[in-house]
């Protein structure tokens, strides 16, 4: 990868299809353990990622601004916002269930109750011209809802998202919850959408409408939840993003005998 200048700043890996394969092999068995811990380790660990990464701000500005060519006060300042949104998030794990699930009022002798799951493995195109806070406003809902993933990085400006891949790493998260691969979307992309073990992808850095369609179509071949390039919302649009709903019934009666109290 260069500067916008033409500087030589790293030599960064083409990911094959092998590479993805086992990126989303390693997602799929990281994914119930992690969706298994409780939100407040969950959470926690989000925290722990977010100290990690304010205590390496200076390299994230400095490579940030090679990257992009923004000034050192901006690139640092979009560090800042990164950090702020991990924060954010790590704040939403304990609390998003009970904002999006609940007790739904029903007609007869039994309760019953919704509440929101993770969908699996998610794959992510992360933003081509936002190499850093865009991925992490992808890659962090994701996962603090319990989901894993695969988040191929910005092609030309992929520096940022692989040294984040070392702050995870220190961070106490587990090992196959966040797989980071560099390289071209439109060689790797296909095989995320079309693989039948990713359960949502997100298209939000995939500039090519051309491509973005042929995306989309086969990702409705696997039934996947697909973010559209372009999309926006709110904190809680995107944790309801990679979510599904499980609806439980239970005799109200069943519970009066056995002592209970409703």
Same mark, same amino acid.
């Given at each position: 990868?260069?500067?916008?200048?033409?500087?030589?700043?790293?030599?960064?890996?083409?990911?094959?299809?092998?590479?993805?394969?086992?990126?989303?092999?390693?997602?799929?068995?990281?994914?119930?353990?992690?969706?298994?811990?409780?939100?407040?380790?969950?959470?926690?660990?989000?925290?722990?990622?977010?100290?990690?990464?304010?205590?390496?701000?200076?390299?994230?500005?400095?490579?940030?601004?090679?990257?992009?060519? !923004?000034?050192?006060?901006?690139?640092?300042?979009?560090?800042?916002? !990164?950090?702020?949104?991990?924060?954010?998030?790590?704040?939403?794990?304990?609390?998003?269930?009970?904002? /999006?699930?609940?007790?739904?009022?029903?007609?007869?002798?039994?309760?019953?109750?919704?509440?929101?799951?993770?969908?699996?493995?998610?794959?992510?195109?992360?933003?081509?011209?936002?190499?850093? /806070?865009?991925?992490?406003?992808?890659?962090?809902?994701?996962?603090?809802?319990?989901?894993?993933?695969?988040?191929?990085?910005?092609?030309?400006?992929?520096?940022?998202?692989?040294?984040?891949?070392?702050?995870? !790493?220190?961070?106490?998260?587990?090992?196959?919850?966040?797989?980071?691969?560099?390289?071209?979307?439109?060689?790797?992309?296909?095989?995320?959408? !079309?693989?039948?073990?990713?359960?949502?992808?997100?298209?939000?850095?995939?500039?090519?409408?051309?491509?973005?369609?042929?995306?989309?179509?086969?990702?409705?071949?696997?039934?996947?939840?697909?973010?559209?390039?372009?999309?926006?919302?709110?904190?809680?649009?995107?944790?309801?993003?990679?979510?599904?709903?499980?609806?439980?019934?239970?005799?109200?009666?069943?519970?009066?005998?056995?002592?209970?109290?409703?």
């Amino acid at each position: 990868m260069s500067s916008p200048d033409g500087t030589e700043l790293a030599n960064a890996a083409l990911a094959s299809r092998k590479d993805g394969r086992d990126a989303v092999a390693a997602a799929r068995k990281a994914q119930r353990p992690w969706a298994g811990q409780t939100a407040y380790l969950r959470g926690q660990i989000l925290y722990r990622a977010a100290e990690m990464l304010e205590g390496r701000a200076g390299q994230f500005a400095e490579e940030l601004a090679d990257a992009t060519g !923004a000034e050192a006060g901006a690139a640092l300042g979009t560090v800042e916002a !990164a950090i702020d949104r991990l924060v954010h998030y790590a704040g939403w794990t304990d609390k998003y269930t009970s904002v /999006l699930g609940g007790a739904n009022p029903v007609a007869g002798p039994y309760f019953n109750h919704t509440t929101p799951e993770p969908l699996g493995v998610i794959a992510v195109i992360a933003p081509q011209d936002d190499p850093f /806070l865009g991925l992490i406003e992808a890659v962090a809902p994701a996962i603090a809802t319990g989901n894993t993933v695969v988040v191929l990085a910005s092609e030309s400006k992929p520096l940022p998202a692989l040294s984040f891949g070392e702050v995870l !790493a220190t961070s106490d998260l587990p090992g196959g919850v966040v797989n980071v691969l560099s390289g071209r979307a439109a060689e790797v992309a296909p095989h995320l959408a !079309a693989h039948a073990d990713v359960n949502g992808i997100d298209l939000s850095g995939v500039a090519d409408a051309a491509l973005a369609s042929d995306l989309e179509a086969a990702a409705a071949e696997t039934l996947k939840v697909v973010r559209r390039p372009g999309r926006s919302g709110s904190s809680l649009d995107l944790l309801r993003q990679w979510t599904e709903y499980k609806t439980v019934w239970h005799p109200a009666g069943m519970a009066a005998t056995a002592g209970g109290g409703y």
